[in-house]
């Protein structure tokens, strides 16, 4: 019997489905797919295998994920942080599960060809990016951390991963503030409304679902603003946008309005959205 699946998070076309769904959906054929890992800063996920398909979400280096086709030079994949599923270009995957030790925990900082920052950067790498660290160096007072591929970053802005070193997902949020809007962004270059609240939860530690309909669904628990006393850290959802509380009267988001990461008092967002979405449709504590 067929059932439907929510395909952001299940793997399933008609032609091909993810093997653990077999008694779930039909499909001519199943695959428990292979692993792989991203190699690029950012690679776009799309829901279909197009340059100009709009983005869903984002695969940040270093994460790994499971490929169920290539074909045109698309992979069709699932994150392993998430579980979302959708098409990235196959160019910006390595076979094998990645070998990595560490994760960004700045917004954004830069990878040099070696262990000193007046070289030119090779790139940037955005939070929650995975690397490997092989070792330490210091130049002129700065530590470095040594990775696999002979470059360096600056070691302060890493951390063993399965490591937290914040309880504070605000903190980590506010972090981001004036980072651009960026539609299905989930990095440091650019962010979705979303992606900031699944962001700022992932790094103390807590897992949440890509997008706002799911998180308002499922993270936390649900309160209500006429009851229970507002506080830091509680989210605020419309339909199609969340954004989190700074304190009880101030609200931070990935605004589309601004475009960009931005804090403004919480009755000013309310009286300003209502006039195109409507009232807020909820509030949760994750």
């Known amino acids: 019997m067929t059932v439907e699946l929510d395909r952001r998070s299940h793997a399933y076309r008609p032609d091909l489905a993810d093997i653990r769904l077999k008694s779930q959906v039909s499909a001519q054929r199943y695959t428990e797919g292979a692993r792989a890992h991203v190699?690029?800063?950012?690679?776009?996920?799309?829901?279909?295998?197009?340059?100009?398909?709009s983005i869903d979400t984002q695969a940040l280096y270093g994460e790994d994920l499971t490929v169920f086709d290539v074909a045109d030079g698309w992979a069709w994949v699932q994150l392993a942080s998430d579980g979302y599923v959708g098409y990235l270009p196959e160019n910006a995957i390595s076979?094998?599960?990645?070998?990595?030790?560490?994760?960004?925990?700045?917004?954004?900082?830069?990878?040099?060809?070696?262990?000193?920052?007046?070289?030119?950067?090779?790139?940037?790498?955005?939070?929650?990016?995975?690397?490997c660290v092989t070792g330490l160096a210091e130049t002129r007072g700065t530590a470095y951390a040594l990775l696999d591929d002979?470059?360096?970053?600056?070691?302060?802005?890493?951390?063993?991963?399965?490591?937290?070193?914040?309880?504070?997902?605000?903190a980590v949020a506010t972090s981001f503030l004036h980072t651009p809007y960026l539609w299905g962004g989930r990095s440091g270059f650019g962010i979705d409304c979303s992606g900031l609240v699944q962001m700022a939860l992932a790094m103390t530690g807590k897992a949440a679902p890509?997008?706002?309909?799911?998180?308002?669904?499922?993270?936390?628990?649900?309160?209500?603003?006429?009851?229970?006393?507002?506080?830091?850290?509680?989210?605020?959802?419309?339909?199609?946008?969340?954004?989190?509380?700074?304190?009880?009267?101030?609200?931070l988001h990935a605004s589309g309005g601004t475009m960009y990461v931005t804090r403004e008092p919480l009755?000013?967002?309310?009286?300003?959205?209502?006039r195109l979405y409507g009232p807020p449709t909820g509030f949760r504590r994750p």
């Not at 190699?39 to 398909?53: D, K, L, M, Q, W």
């Not at 002979?150 to 997902?169: C, K, N, Q, V």
Request: a negative charge.
């Open 39 to 53: 190699i690029v800063p950012v690679a776009h996920v799309s829901p279909r295998p197009e340059a100009r398909s």
């Open 267 to 274: 009755q000013a967002a309310i009286d300003r959205i209502a």
């Open 150 to 170: 002979g470059s360096a970053m600056i070691a302060a802005h890493l951390r063993p991963l399965g490591e937290t070193d914040s309880e504070d997902a605000v």
């Open 95 to 131: 076979d094998g599960a990645s070998n990595t030790t560490h994760l960004v925990t700045v917004p954004r900082s830069f990878v040099y060809p070696g262990a000193d920052l007046r070289f030119p950067p090779v790139h940037s790498l955005s939070m929650m990016s995975r690397v």
């Open 210 to 251: 890509r997008d706002s309909d799911q998180q308002a669904a499922s993270l936390g628990q649900s309160i209500d603003p006429d009851h229970d006393v507002l506080q830091r850290g509680d989210l605020v959802f419309w339909k199609g946008h969340v954004g989190l509380l700074e304190d009880a009267q101030t609200l």
